[in-house]
């Protein structure tokens, strides 16, 4: 269960900028009359993919770090 959920969370940030792409060319598409009301919520929450891939970057350096650490210390053992 935990490893599906750790797979699941690295998809996370691709699956979210793909909605908000998929909503802006949606609506960009649809050409209206108002047609402008997609950018400011697209460009506000752009930065949010960023920020979801630094903190899925960061979360496996910090699982690599700890594993380095544990062969590391079953080296040492040896």
């Known amino acids: 269960m935990n490893q599906t959920l750790q797979t699941i969370g690295h998809w ?3 699956a979210f ?3 908000i792409s998929f909503t802006a060319l949606s609506a960009y ?3 209206g009359p108002d047609a402008g009301w997609w950018k400011p919520a697209f460009f506000s929450f752009l930065p949010m993919c960023f ?3 630094g903190a899925s970057t960061w979360q496996m ?3 690599i770090r ?3 650490k544990q062969v590391t210390d079953l080296q ?3």
Request: some cysteine; proline content about 5%.
């Open 61 to 63: 350096q910090k699982e």
């Open 66 to 68: 700890v594993l380095r």
């Open 29 to 31: 598409a649809s050409g």
């Open 12 to 14: 996370t940030p691709a």
């Open 17 to 19: 900028c793909a909605f």
């Open 76 to 78: 040492a053992k040896k």
């Open 51 to 53: 920020v979801f891939v």
